[in-house]
């Protein structure tokens, strides 16, 4: 056995996306504890500067020391008291994982499903929460990557208010990406993740939680089940101004990476970096679309950071993909579920949008269609 030295590759999938070497290089700096003093300090930029990605005041802000499944898995196991009648919106595969969730914590999951690649019905979620006027939460996904599909968070937001729910926010992939108001929005529990637009190393969870949500975990009437994710034990460690106790080992490297990540996209100004998804997707779109490839989702709803395009007639899949990641260090990702075989997810998320990368994957790709 030797050193592990990965190719080098250009990564327009799904997740991760490419890590700016900034953030590498930040990883790369010596660990110390992780009740140092220069290492709280460090903790309090990036509870500042995420509050600022999700454009709130939440005091509880913090990333959750596993990826973005275990943000996920924060919010139900916290919000989710047993019995509890959860709305769940299912447009793809991560709605399903959220149903999941619903059911392992023990709430009672009521489904509204809509065809894989079509956003979230507003219309069709109002007449559910109608219907259960005993419902105590609203889970969506904001950005589905399963399919490239974005949702209307705002109105859905709203009406789980009118409707006295909280919400849950799936937004992974639209962090740092796309349009995204926690607070505007009065968005009650969201969790993100860093290997998405974020562009830092994949195995960490940004999440945030409202006055509101809070205050439902505090009047719980059973413990969260689950250790780790309790966050009443997790902010003793990373909560406000009072002295940090030990709860777990922060992943003391992985965090330079998200302080580095984080610092870059002030840097940047979020908007800009909406603007730019917006524009390299429209470059991108007008490239494949040249070549007759075809979108998934409708212009009105797609997400700039993951195009899904239907692979044209008698391509085979899985020789496309390999030659892009072998001849040309190029991944994209492959289809899920039912689109398996028969779309490819191309990303453009957080340091992959650029320039160079979109005119990589044009060439390339027109290169082995040819070809093949
Ligand atoms: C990637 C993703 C997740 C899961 O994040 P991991 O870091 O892979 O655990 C959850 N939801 C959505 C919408 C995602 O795109």
């Known amino acids: 056995m030797k050193s592990f030295n990965p190719p080098i590759r250009t990564l327009m999938g799904p997740g991760p996306s490419d890590v700016h070497p900034r953030i590498l290089s930040a990883m790369a700096r010596p660990t110390i504890g992780h009740l ?16 600022y990605a999700f454009k709130t005041e939440n005091e509880l802000t913090m990333p959750v020391s596993a990826p973005g499944s275990a943000g996920m898995e924060t919010c139900f196991a916290n919000l989710v008291d047993p019995g509890d009648k959860v709305v769940v919106c299912i447009n793809g595969v991560f709605g399903m994982r959220m149903k999941e969730n619903i059911m392992r914590f023990g709430g009672e999951a009521i ?21 259960n006027k005993d419902a105590k939460i609203l889970a969506f996904v904001h950005a589905e990557t399963s399919t490239g599909a974005r949702s209307d968070a705002k109105t859905l937001c709203k009406l789980a208010h009118q409707y006295n729910c909280i919400s849950i926010v ?3 992939t639209s962090l740092g990406g796309i349009e995204l108001r926690v607070d505007d929005w009065e968005i009650d529990a969201v969790y993100s993740g860093t290997q998405k637009c974020l562009s830092a190393m994949p195995g960490i969870s940004p999440i945030s939680i409202s006055e509101r949500a809070l205050a439902k975990i505090k009047n719980r009437k059973t413990p969260v089940t689950s250790w780790f994710l309790d966050l009443n034990l997790v902010m003793g460690y990373w909560g406000g101004s009072t002295q940090r106790t030990y709860h777990h080992t922060a992943p003391v490297n992985t965090l330079y990476g998200l302080h580095e990540s984080l610092l870059m996209l002030a840097e940047e100004g979020i908007e800009n970096a909406w603007v730019r998804h917006q524009k390299n997707h429209q470059i991108l779109s007008d490239g494949l679309e040249a070549m007759r490839i075809k979108f998934l989702v409708k212009k009105a709803h797609r997400l ?23 001849d040309y260090n190029l991944e994209i990702g492959a289809g899920l579920g039912a689109y398996a075989g028969k779309v490819w997810r191309i990303g453009l998320m957080g340091h992959a949008c650029r320039l160079e990368n979109i005119s990589l994957c044009l060439s390339a790709l027109s290169a082995v269609l040819d070809k093949g």
């Open 36 to 51: 140092d003093p220069a290492f709280v300090g460090m903790m309090d930029e990036i509870k500042t500067t995420l509050k």
């Open 111 to 131: 489904v509204v499903e809509d065809d894989w690649g079509n956003a979230v019905s507003t219309d069709k979620v109002e007449q559910v929460l109608k219907n």
């Open 170 to 172: 799936d937004a992974v």
């Open 304 to 326: 700039p950071q993951l195009n899904t395009v239907f692979i044209p007639k008698g391509v085979d899949d899985g020789l496309v993909r390999n030659t892009l990641l072998n």
